[in-house]
C-alpha cells in the first residue's frame, strides 16, 4: 500500500513537472520572438540617429547619406556572414543572441560621446588641406564608417543566432525563418515611427540613443535568462539528444540563391530611391513623409513574410515561389507605372477632403501612409516572401542552419547596398527616374526566370517565357508621363482639385517645363507659366514639386538679402552665398564692382538650371568674380580657412527634411566663425507656414551667437534678419554713393526701389526691438532639431507668423530705425515720398498695412500719380468704399484708363448690391456705363466684356 501511493505520489509530481516544462517551453518559444521585435525597433531608431549625427559631420549630400547606408548595410552584410559561419560551434544561441544585444546598446550609449571625439580628431588631423581635397573627404568617411561598423556588425549576426536557437528538432519540423523576418520587421516599423514622430523630436538625439541603448541592454539581459531557462528544458528534452552536424555540402543552387536574393535586394533599393523621390513631388519633402514612406515600405514586406507563414504550400517548392514572387513584383511595378504621374493630383483629391486643422494632422499623416502603402503594397508584399522563401531553399534542420541563413542574409543585404549605391549615384543621376525603374524590372525578370526554371516544376520554360514577354511588352508599351505632372507638387494646395484627372491635365496647359533633371539630391526642373493677379509669365525653379525661385514673384526678396549687408558693409570684397537658388542673389552681390563670390550649393542639377535665369542673375555663370562649389553648406562651413566680409544665407523652407540644420545654434555658430571681425550676415526667414513660435525660437537661436540683429521685409511675410559683431553705423553718404553705381541702381530699379530712403523704409524692427521680440525657450540645435519636426506642421496648417509685424517699428513715432537717422539728414519731401510709396507698393512686397498709410499721407499733399491712386483704390474698395471710388475718379481724370473705368464699376456694383433688395431696388446702369468706357479703351479685353454680360444678366433678371 505505501508502496503504490509512493508511485503515485511520483507519478503525479512527474505529470506535474512534465506540465511545468511544457508551460516553460511555450513562454520560451515566444519571448524570443518578442525580444527581436523590440531588437527591430530599435535598429530603426538607431538607424536614423546615427544618419543624422554623421550627415551633420559630413554634409547633407547624397554621398554621406550613401556613406551612411554603405555603412550600416556593410556591417550587417559582414556580422551576418562572419556570425552566422560561428554559429555552428554555439550551443547557447539565445544567450549569445543576448550578449550581442548588450553589446549594440553598450555602443549605443557610448556613441554619443565617442562620435564627438572622433569627429575632433579628425578635423585637427585634417587641418592644413587644402578645402576640396580628397584627403578630407576619404578620412571623414572612413571616420564615419568605422564609428558604425561595430554595432552593425553585432546587429547582422542576430538573426542567423536566433535561426540556430529555433533550428528544427526533427527532420519534419520547418525553421522560423519568416516568422523571425515577420518579428524583425513589424518592430521596424515601430521603429521607424517612433524615431521619427517621437523619441528624435521629443528628447534629441543624445538622449534618444542613452534611453534606447539602456533598453537594448534590458532585451540582451533578459535574453540571456532566457537562454538558462531554455538550457535547462531543453536537457529535459529528447530531441535535445540530437546531435545532428552541420552539413558541411551546402544546397547544389546555394549560389544560384545567393546571387538572385542579392540581386534581389538591389532592385528593392532601386525602388525605393525612386518612390523617396515621386513622393517627395507628391507629398512634400518633409521628415514626416520620408518617415510614413518609410514605414508603409517596411509594413509590405512584414506582410509578404506572414504570408509565407500562413500558407504551407509557398514553403514546399521555395525556389519555385521565390520565382513567381520576383515575377509579381516586375508585374506590379510595369503595371503602375502609368498611375506614378497622377500621384499628386490624387493626394490633392484626398487632402481636398479635409479640413486643415490641428485636429487633423494626424488623419492627414494616415492619408500620407495610406497613399504610401497603396503605392507600394503589392511589389513590398512579394519583397517580404522572397528573403524568408531564399532562406527555407538552401537551409537544412542541422546545426548549420544558422550559418547558411547568414549566407543569404549577407548575399541580400549586400546586394540591398550595391543597389543603393548603383541607384543613388549612377542610375538616377544619368538616366532619370523611369529607366531606373527599368533596369531593376529587368533584374526581377532575370531572377524569376533563373528560379522558376531550377524549381524543376513542370511548364517552367512556358512559365518563364510567357511572364517576360508580358513584362517587356508592357514596359515598351507604357505611355510616357505628362512632364509637368511629373514636377509640380501639390502639396500645398487647399481644396478644388480637379474633378478628373482629365481636368487636372487641363490645368496644367499654361505650365510648360523648359527644364528637368535628376541628380543624386532632388528632382530639379524650371517651368513658365502665369503668375499672381496680374497673370505675369513667370519662370519659375522647382525642387521635389516646390518652387524654390522665381524670374519676378521672389525676386524682392533674392535681391535684398544680398544687397542689404552689402549696403551696410564700409567694403565688402569676400562674400559667401548659401544657396544658389535662381542665381539672383549672386547676381546681385556681383553688381558691386569690388565683390568676389563663393555660392556654394548642394544641388548639381540646380546648377545646370542657372541657364534659364540669365536674364535675372546678369549671366552670373560667366562671370569671373563667380565661383560655384558644389557641396553641403555645412561642411564647407565647418572646413574652409577663409574668411568672408559678408555672408548671405538662404536655404529653403525650414519644413524641407535636412534644411532645419542650417537653422540651429551650431551653425550660426559656424557662420560666425568665418565671418572677418567687421562682417556682416544676412539670413534669409520665412513667416510663411510657420508659427511665431517657431520664427522666436530661430530668432533666440541667431541671437545667441550675433548680438546684434535687424529685421528687414522683403516679399510679403518674407523676412531678412541683418546680423552683426557690433552696433550698425551706417555711413549714408557712402551709401548714396554705392546707389549711384550704374550697376547697383539697376538692380534696385528691377524691385521698384530708386532711392536709399526706399530701401531704409523696409527695415521693420532694430535690434533694441528685436531683443524684445525674442522671449524665452528651447533653441534649435544639432542635438535636439525642433524647427525640423515643428516647421512641417506650421505649414500643413498654413500659419503665418505676425510676431515682426504686430512689433513693426514703422508704426511707432518713436523708433530706432535707420531711415529716422537718415531722415534727419536729408528733410522728406514730394519725390523722396514718393520713392517710398512706389518701392512699399511693388505687388511682389507690398503690405496694407504699412502702404496704407503712407499711400494716403503722400496722396493728401503730392497727389499726382493716377496708379498710386488707383492702387490706393484696390486696397480701401473693400473697407472704406467711398475714399476708393473718390481715389478711382481722380486716377480718370486725370489719366483716363479702361483700368480706372473697370475699378469704378467693381466699387460701384459692389455698394449697390450691399443696398440691393425686393423693397430696395437700385439701379445698376450706371455700373454698365462705366464698362462701357472701359471696353472702348480695350476692346480687345475679353474680361471686360464677359464682365458685362454678367451684370447685364443680372440686371435684367
Not at 562572419?82 to 550578449?99: D, E, F, P, S, W
Not at 509578404?304 to 511595378?333: D, H, K, M, Y
Not at 535687424?710 to 546707389?739: H, Q, T, W
Request: proline share 5%; glycine share 8%; with cysteine.
Amino acid at each position: 500500500m505505501e508502496t503504490g501511493t509512493a508511485g503515485g505520489v511520483t507519478r503525479a509530481l512527474s505529470s506535474d513537472a512534465n506540465h511545468e516544462k511544457d508551460s516553460m517551453s511555450v513562454i520560451l518559444g515566444i519571448l524570443p520572438f518578442l525580444l527581436f521585435i523590440v531588437s527591430g525597433a530599435w535598429g530603426l531608431v538607431y538607424e536614423v540617429t546615427w544618419a543624422r549625427y554623421l550627415c551633420l559631420f559630413i554634409g547633407n549630400t547624397t554621398l554621406a547619406h550613401m556613406c551612411v547606408l554603405v555603412a550600416f548595410m556593410g556591417g550587417l552584410a559582414l556580422g551576418s556572414l562572419v556570425i552566422g559561419m560561428k554559429t555552428v560551434r554555439v550551443q547557447r544561441c539565445l544567450a549569445a543572441y543576448g550578449h550581442l544585444e548588450i553589446g549594440i546598446g553598450l555602443y549605443a550609449i557610448l556613441y554619443p560621446f565617442l562620435i564627438k571625439k572622433l569627429q575632433a580628431a579628425t578635423l585637427g588631423a585634417l587641418t592644413g588641406l587644402d578645402f576640396g581635397s580628397p584627403l578630407i573627404l576619404i578620412g571623414k568617411l572612413s571616420v564615419s564608417m568605422l564609428a558604425l561598423l561595430l554595432p552593425t556588425f553585432l546587429m547582422g549576426g542576430t538573426f542567423p543566432m536566433l535561426m540556430k536557437h529555433f533550428k528544427p528538432q526533427t527532420e519534419r519540423e520547418e525553421d522560423k525563418a519568416e516568422w523571425l523576418y515577420l518579428a524583425n520587421c513589424a518592430g521596424a516599423v515601430g521603429g521607424t515611427l517612433l524615431a521619427g514622430f517621437v523619441l528624435v523630436p521629443w528628447l534629441g538625439l543624445t538622449s534618444t540613443l542613452l534611453c534606447v541603448g539602456a533598453a537594448n541592454v534590458g532585451i540582451g539581459l533578459v535574453a540571456v535568462l532566457l537562454g538558462q531557462a531554455s538550457e535547462f528544458v531543453q536537457n529535459h528534452k529528447t530531441a535535445a539528444n540530437d546531435t545532428r552536424q552541420a552539413n558541411q555540402q551546402r544546397h547544389p543552387l546555394s549560389k544560384l540563391v545567393y546571387a538572385a536574393i542579392g540581386i534581389s535586394g538591389a532592385t528593392a533599393m532601386t525602388y525605393e530611391l525612386v518612390w523617396i523621390r515621386m513622393f517627395a513631388v507628391t507629398l512634400g519633402g518633409s521628415t514626416y513623409s520620408f518617415t510614413l514612406m518609410l514605414s508603409a515600405f517596411i509594413t509590405g514586406i512584414a506582410l509578404g513574410s506572414l504570408t509565407v507563414g500562413l500558407i504551407r504550400q509557398l514553403r514546399s517548392n521555395p525556389i519555385l515561389w521565390f520565382g513567381i514572387s520576383e515575377l509579381a513584383i516586375a508585374l506590379a511595378i510595369v503595371g503602375s507605372i502609368p498611375m506614378y504621374e497622377r500621384l499628386p493630383w490624387i493626394f490633392w483629391k484626398w487632402s481636398s477632403l479635409l479640413q486643415w486643422s490641428m485636429e487633423t494632422v494626424g488623419l492627414h499623416n494616415l492619408m500620407k501612409y495610406s497613399l504610401c502603402f497603396l503605392v507600394m503594397l503589392i511589389p513590398t508584399f512579394f519583397f517580404g516572401m522572397t528573403l524568408p522563401l531564399a532562406i527555407k531553399a538552401v537551409t537544412r534542420p542541422d546545426e548549420g542552419i544558422g550559418r547558411d541563413t547568414g549566407f543569404v542574409y549577407g548575399a541580400n543585404t549586400f546586394g540591398t547596398l550595391a543597389g543603393s549605391l548603383l541607384t543613388g549615384l549612377v542610375l538616377i543621376p544619368s538616366m532619370g527616374l523611369r529607366a531606373s525603374l527599368h533596369v531593376a524590372l529587368i533584374g526581377n525578370l532575370l531572377v524569376a526566370a533563373l528560379m522558376i526554371i531550377y524549381s524543376g516544376t513542370r511548364r517552367r520554360w512556358t512559365l518563364a517565357t510567357v511572364g517576360s514577354i508580358v513584362v517587356l511588352g508592357t514596359m515598351l508599351a507604357n505611355p510616357p508621363w505628362n512632364p509637368v505632372a511629373m514636377v509640380k507638387g501639390t502639396f500645398r494646395l487647399r481644396g478644388g482639385a480637379p474633378d478628373t484627372w482629365g481636368a487636372y491635365l487641363v490645368s496644367l496647359e499654361d505650365c510648360k517645363v523648359l527644364f528637368a533633371d535628376e541628380d543624386g539630391s532632388a528632382n530639379v526642373a524650371v517651368t513658365v507659366s502665369p503668375t499672381g493677379p496680374q497673370l505675369v509669365m513667370d519662370t519659375i525653379l522647382l525642387i521635389n514639386g516646390k518652387p524654390d525661385g522665381t524670374a519676378w514673384s521672389d525676386m524682392v526678396t533674392q535681391k535684398l538679402v544680398a544687397q542689404i549687408p552689402l549696403m551696410f558693409h564700409p567694403h565688402p570684397e569676400e562674400v559667401l552665398i548659401v544657396g544658389l537658388g535662381t542665381g539672383a542673389s549672386a547676381g546681385a552681390a556681383l553688381t558691386h564692382p569690388s565683390v568676389r563670390v563663393d555660392c556654394v550649393e548642394i544641388s548639381p542639377a540646380v546648377a545646370n538650371a542657372l541657364r534659364y535665369f540669365d536674364g535675372v542673375n546678369y549671366s552670373v555663370r560667366k562671370n569671373p568674380r563667380f565661383k560655384l562649389i558644389i557641396e553641403d553648406a555645412r561642411t564647407l562651413v565647418a572646413m574652409t580657412p577663409k574668411k568672408y566680409d559678408v555672408i548671405v544665407n538662404e536655404p529653403t523652407n525650414p519644413w524641407v527634411a535636412g534644411v532645419g540644420n542650417l537653422f540651429t545654434l551650431e551653425y550660426f555658430q559656424s557662420l560666425d566663425r568665418i565671418l572677418k571681425p567687421d562682417g556682416l550676415a544676412s539670413i534669409w526667414l520665412q513667416g510663411y507656414e510657420m508659427s511665431d513660435d517657431l520664427v522666436q525660437m530661430v530668432a533666440r537661436t541667431v541671437r545667441c551667437v550675433f548680438p546684434y540683429v535687424c529685421v528687414f521685409a522683403a516679399g510679403n511675410n518674407d523676412y531678412i534678419l541683418l546680423v552683426s559683431r557690433k552696433p550698425l553705423n551706417p555711413d549714408f553718404e557712402a551709401m548714396e554713393r554705392l546707389m549711384q553705381i550704374k550697376s547697383v541702381r539697376a538692380d534696385f530699379m528691377n524691385i521698384s526701389i530708386d532711392s536709399l530712403a526706399a530701401l531704409l523704409s523696409r527695415q521693420m524692427l532694430s535690434a533694441k526691438t528685436f531683443d524684445q521680440c525674442i522671449g524665452s525657450g528651447p533653441l534649435n540645435t544639432d542635438d535636439l532639431p525642433l524647427l525640423e519636426y515643428k516647421a512641417p506642421v506650421a505649414h500643413y496648417l498654413d500659419l503665418h507668423a505676425m510676431l515682426f509685424k504686430e512689433m513693426d517699428e514703422r508704426r511707432r513715432k518713436v523708433n530706432n530705425l535707420f531711415i529716422t537717422d537718415y531722415l534727419r539728414m536729408r528733410p522728406l519731401n514730394g519725390s523722396m515720398f514718393h520713392s517710398i510709396v512706389r518701392a512699399n507698393a511693388d505687388p511682389r512686397m507690398a503690405t496694407s498695412d504699412i502702404l496704407l498709410p503712407l499711400l494716403g499721407h503722400y496722396l493728401s499733399r503730392w497727389g499726382d500719380d493716377p496708379d498710386l491712386f488707383l492702387l490706393y483704390a484696390r486696397l480701401t474698395m473693400n473697407t472704406q468704399p467711398a475714399n476708393a471710388m473718390w481715389a478711382a475718379e481722380l486716377a480718370t481724370q486725370m489719366e483716363p484708363t479702361a483700368e480706372g473705368y473697370d475699378l469704378q464699376a467693381d466699387i460701384l456694383f459692389g455698394e449697390l448690391l450691399r443696398r440691393h433688395s425686393a423693397l430696395t431696388p437700385q439701379d445698376f446702369s450706371p455700373v454698365l456705363k462705366l464698362l462701357d468706357k472701359a471696353i472702348r479703351l480695350d476692346p480687345k479685353n475679353p474680361d471686360l466684356r464677359k464682365k458685362r454680360e454678367r451684370i447685364h444678366d443680372f440686371v435684367t433678371r
